[in-house]
């Protein structure tokens, strides 16, 4: 990838966030496009309870490009009542005074209009709010991740956009290593996908196996484009340890116990709650094991009371990353995080046995399965005398990465994304 900063203009680009988990993989993307375009990047969230002012991913860009714009979609007010509205409603983590009283009024909609709180959200934030806003700002291109219409204000600036001829695209705001067409009791309910994120111009897709799985449930090809993962590609993976791991910071209270964390992740996901809370627990009776428990972020606490055990640490604040980086061996089903894992070279150890699932770490032979009870204590065993056995080699491991990471491309991951965001704004360009 080359780029002449020079030649690019000095344009808007509008990138959106909504969760802990697209953080994640936006983030990578804003850093690539501040380091070699001359745009300004706008990082907006959509969820105005997601605080933005206290992420240590977001707050490490903004320490590195000074100029980037951080808010929220709402403080983009187009009248004096609308003002007033974000301030007491929508842009919380915004306060420097009174930040309780306003974190407490933000709760008040969301508690009185429950299932409804995005669509009261449109009722004010709507399509008039969105053409005047995009209008006004002209951003280059809109960034999402895999957003429906109707989540937060996200339909009224998607039908802006398409209005306005502005160019929309979706990015994944996670990675799905599942090879089971149905990894969830909800997933045979999606139908067509194209009624789901049609209304984007370009939808990103990690890896082909994700490709063909939206195909298959009638989403266009052609508006399809592989090419990889930000949140686990060498180059972000790097920076992102650079500034993430602090050793200083110890999780773990006997250094000399194996050191394990089990990611536990939601049942729905054709997991068995029964088995996992029983032989995990069972776990934390064997001497000289130390066990913590790392609850999803979608939740942050665990789904299963049955693991609440005066012997197991649930740890809720950790981010993932550094709790892999001071692990021996790290336990789970279903998550993109075992990459982080596999490439930090900490055992991984699959059990099989706690789901319904097929998960490409084990077609590919990138994981220790076990799969039973005594597999897993097994394992655990083997580790207590030889931290460094591994059943998998590093063979598998890349053969993972190159597949689901890089997209069976180069490492240059972030350089495709913004030769595609990039060459997306130039053909709209030409087409206006």
């Avoid at 900063?5 to 850093?31: A, C, G, W």
């Avoid at 449109?122 to 002209?138: D, F, G, M, P, T």
Wanted: hydrophobic fraction near 35%; glycine fraction near 4%.
């Amino acid at each position: 990838m080359t780029i002449d900063k020079q030649t690019e203009k000095s344009e808007n680009i509008f990138i959106f966030v909504r969760r802990f988990n697209d953080v994640d993989h936006l983030v990578p993307i804003v850093y690539k496009l501040k380091k070699v375009t001359n745009y300004n990047i706008h990082l907006l969230s959509l969820n105005p309870l997601l605080d933005i002012y206290d992420d240590e991913r977001i707050l490490f860009l903004k320490e590195a490009f000074p100029d980037l714009t951080i808010d929220y979609i709402y403080s983009y007010s187009s009248s004096y009542f609308k003002e007033i509205i974000s301030k007491l409603f929508f842009t919380p983590y915004k306060k420097k005074k009174f930040k309780a009283f306003f974190w407490v009024t933000s709760k008040i909609i969301p508690k009185l209009t429950r299932d409804h709180y995005s669509r009261f959200i449109q009722k004010i934030y709507n399509r008039k709010w969105a053409v005047q806003l995009i209008s006004k700002h002209k951003p280059a291109i809109l960034i999402f991740d895999w957003v429906k219409k109707y989540q937060y204000c996200a339909g009224p600036l998607i039908d802006a956009a398409e209005e306005l001829g502005i160019p929309k695209v979706a990015v994944p705001h996670g990675l799905n290593l599942s090879v089971t067409d149905h990894w969830t009791d909800s997933t045979e309910k999606y139908g067509n996908f194209d009624q789901l994120l049609g209304h984007f111009n370009k939808v990103v897709m990690p890896y082909e196996g994700q490709k063909d799985w939206y195909i298959k449930n009638n989403f266009p090809e052609e508006k399809l484009k592989v090419i990889g993962s930000t949140r686990y590609c060498s180059e972000w993976m790097k920076i992102y340890r650079s500034f993430a791991i602090n050793n200083n910071n110890k999780y773990f209270s006997n250094g000399s116990n194996l050191k394990v964390v089990f990611m536990e992740y939601p049942y729905n996901y054709r997991i068995d709650e029964e088995i996992v809370s029983q032989d995990i627990t069972s776990l934390s009776e064997i001497n000289g094991v130390e066990l913590i428990i790392k609850p999803h972020t979608r939740a942050n606490k665990v789904y299963s009371e049955k693991l609440l055990n005066s012997k197991i640490k649930i740890d809720t604040q950790t981010p993932s990353i550094k709790l892999i980086a001071q692990a021996d061996v790290v336990i789970g089903t279903t998550s993109s995080i075992f990459l982080d894992v596999l490439l930090n070279n900490v055992a991984f150890i699959y059990p099989k046995y706690f789901h319904k699932n097929i998960m490409l770490y084990e077609t590919m032979n990138a994981c220790w399965l076990v799969d039973n009870r005594q597999e897993l204590v097994d394992a655990i065993e083997t580790l207590l005398d030889d931290p460094k056995y591994r059943p998998y080699d590093l063979k598998s491991i890349n053969n993972l990465k190159n597949y689901v990471v890089d997209g069976s491309g180069s490492e240059d991951v972030l350089g495709r994304y913004t030769d595609f965001i990039l060459q997306t704004v130039h053909q709209t360009e030409k087409e206006i």
